[in-house]
């Protein structure tokens, strides 16, 4: 009876950090990390380092989408197609594609290239992110939707490319949602 009750309790305890394994999170809480510098690699800003929030705040856009990426590969332009075809039912809302650890402008350009994307791709100046926006290293896809003034209003953490184009219509639902 003991040993059963052991196996009972270890199983429990797997069990628990099983789930607690698939909630994977990335991204600040309640408000984007602010200001940070990116080299544009698409976009009307092609070629010039800058600071895509500030661009977006100023303009005092109602919402943005912001996608933070360690690999530039088909789910990720699925992930990008789905949140292009909101923007151009609402101009207002500001995009973009950050990518970090490891994506070399060349991937970008190749995406860009085969999809002809609308939303702006761009490279992180800190290779790894910038570190107030808390990305987790585990997650290949961190999606922030914040409304003006920086609040979240949800946000996406993903393992790999292909979970998040298999959320492509939750993200550009959460768009819509944000831009109204």
């Known amino acids: 009876?003991?040993?059963?009750?052991?196996?009972?309790?270890?199983?429990?305890?797997?069990?628990v950090s099983a789930v607690?394994?698939?909630d994977l999170k990335s991204?600040?809480?309640g408000k984007v990390g602010g200001p940070f510098q990116v080299k544009a690699i698409t976009g009307e800003k092609k070629g010039e380092t800058l600071c895509y929030f500030c661009?977006?705040?100023?303009?005092?856009?109602?919402?943005?989408?912001?996608?933070?990426?360690q690999k530039a590969d088909e789910n990720l332009a699925t992930v990008?197609?789905?949140?292009d075809e909101v923007q151009k039912n609402n101009a207002k809302l500001g995009t973009m594609v950050v990518g970090v650890s490891g994506v070399e402008a060349t991937d970008f350009e190749k995406l860009q290239t085969t999809h002809k994307l609308t939303t702006p791709l761009m490279i992180a100046e800190d290779k790894d992110g910038p570190s107030k926006y808390k990305l987790n290293k585990d997650a290949a896809v961190?999606?922030?939707?914040?409304?003006?003034?920086?609040?979240?209003?949800?946000?996406?953490?993903?393992?790999?490319?292909?979970?998040?184009?298999?959320?492509?219509?939750?993200?550009?639902?959460?768009?819509?949602?944000?831009?109204?």
Do not use: Q, W
């Open 20 to 22: 607690r394994a698939d």
């Open 142 to 180: 961190t999606v922030l939707v914040y409304k003006k003034g920086g609040n979240i209003t949800k946000s996406f953490a993903f393992k790999d490319t292909k979970a998040a184009a298999e959320k492509a219509k939750d993200i550009s639902e959460a768009a819509t949602e944000a831009v109204k």
């Open 1 to 15: 009876m003991r040993v059963f009750r052991v196996l009972t309790v270890a199983a429990l305890a797997f069990g």
């Open 80 to 83: 990008v197609k789905a949140v």
């Open 55 to 69: 661009k977006y705040n100023a303009e005092e856009r109602p919402a943005v989408v912001m996608i933070f990426t």
């Open 27 to 29: 991204g600040p809480d």
